[in-house]
């Protein structure tokens, strides 16, 4: 536990539990509310008792449904699915089962805070890439860090915090250098839905034997409270998650595992379309004043400080009440900062305004 830091992001969190009039760009979860068909489908469940334990692996309806969706989105053929409390608990589970002390984990720089972290807490060492300043993971990259003891890449598509997503022919370069070198990818892809200017490209379609899948239901379906997500690969890797959970989640949430099998059928395609016309909102408006790649997912923006350190930037943002996260919390450098464009177009456009207005010291 000592090898772990107070989350950057999380500080923030607790912050604004005190603030009512900031502007709030700092956490990433969607502004938009549960689809009612969703939310009915959970309230039903608990009124007629669904709320004992599930099977720790999930409950049949849900894994059956998920996979059927796997294999028509995403192309994989009767992989073998856990459901998970959250991407996190996916993310955790996957890490424990195969990290062993001393295994070296790829993992590129800027990146979701987790990821290094988790890699510490189970033995092993976590290798960052610098992928400064386009942030985009390449072949090269990986060839430049792995050695003999790199064993695992923690992939992310589209990218928590830039906003950077691989196209299909960027995916199936990092997947020809990870076959080639005999790496295991960890592909997380919660921000699937998320992919503004070409369709997603899923890694483990590419190399279904040599990674495992990581999703859930927060993001695309606005309940990230509700804890629920999903890991889909290899079976004997799968099969060890789901014993390692029973002795840790034990199972997902019961009436949630239920309303995620109604979510699957709901087009969210309204909700998820606004997300374009917000990056744009915030990447035109900043694009003069600051050092900033335009995202083509997720729902972030990695700028670079105009000045001074990620957490004194920071600090002058929170004393004009606006509510962003210093890059720090994302990467081994304190040069850029994150915020999430999951708001009304109102509250970016403030955002804009006041970023502009303390862009200079």
């Known amino acids: 536990?000592?090898?772990?830091?107070?989350?950057?992001?999380?500080?923030?969190?607790?912050?604004?539990?005190?603030?009512?009039?900031?502007?709030?760009?700092?956490?990433?979860?969607?502004?938009?509310?549960?689809?009612?068909?969703?939310?009915?489908?959970?309230?039903?469940?608990?009124?007629?008792?669904?709320?004992?334990?599930?099977?720790?692996?999930?409950?049949?309806?849900?894994?059956?449904?998920?996979?059927?969706?796997?294999?028509?989105?995403?192309?994989?053929?009767?992989?073998?699915?856990?459901?998970t409390c959250g991407t996190a608990g996916g993310l955790f589970l996957s890490l424990a089962v195969l990290v062993e002390e001393g295994d070296e984990v790829l993992v590129p720089d800027?990146?979701?805070?987790?990821?290094?972290?988790?890699?510490?807490?189970?033995?092993?060492k976590a290798v960052m890439i610098d992928t400064y300043p386009d942030f985009r993971l390449t072949p090269k990259h990986i060839e430049k860090a792995a050695t003999k003891k790199s064993k695992w890449l923690i992939f992310n598509n589209p990218v928590n915090p830039t906003g950077v997503a691989y196209r299909k022919d960027e995916v199936e370069a990092i997947a020809d250098v990870c076959r080639k070198r005999g790496i295991f990818v960890i592909s997380d892809e919660i921000y699937d839905a998320f992919s503004f200017d070409f369709p997603h490209t899923s890694l483990p379609k590419l190399m279904p034997e040599q990674s495992l899948l990581l999703a859930g239901f927060s993001k695309t379906y606005g309940v990230p409270g509700w804890r629920l997500g999903y890991a889909a690969g290899p079976a004997d890797i799968i099969d060890k998650m789901t014993m390692l959970s029973q002795f840790t989640y034990v199972c997902a949430p019961a009436p949630l595992?239920?309303?995620?099998?109604?979510?699957?059928?709901?087009?969210?395609?309204k909700e998820i379309g606004t997300y374009r016309a917000k990056r744009d909102i915030m990447y035109e408006g900043l694009r003069e004043r600051f050092d900033v790649v335009k995202p083509q997912g997720a729902f972030y923006l990695f700028p670079k400080c105009p000045w001074g350190s990620d957490q004194e930037f920071v600090k002058k943002a929170i004393d004009s009440k606006l509510l962003i996260v210093p890059g720090s919390a994302c990467s081994q450098k304190s040069t850029h900062f994150r915020l999430a464009f999951a708001a009304d177009d109102k509250v970016l456009k403030r955002g804009v305004e006041i970023l502009n207005k303390i862009s200079k010291k």
């Open 110 to 124: 800027p990146c979701f805070g987790l990821y290094k972290h988790l890699v510490s807490f189970f033995g092993g």
């Open 1 to 83: 536990m000592d090898k772990i830091e107070l989350s950057g992001i999380r500080r923030i969190f607790d912050l604004v539990q005190g603030m009512t009039d900031a502007v709030d760009l700092s956490l990433g979860q969607p502004h938009y509310d549960a689809p009612e068909a969703v939310k009915k489908a959970a309230k039903d469940a608990i009124d007629r008792g669904f709320n004992r334990y599930t099977v720790t692996q999930g409950i049949p309806a849900l894994r059956d449904k998920l996979k059927g969706t796997l294999s028509k989105a995403f192309g994989l053929k009767d992989p073998a699915v856990l459901v």
């Open 257 to 269: 595992q239920a309303a995620a099998v109604t979510a699957l059928d709901v087009d969210m395609s």
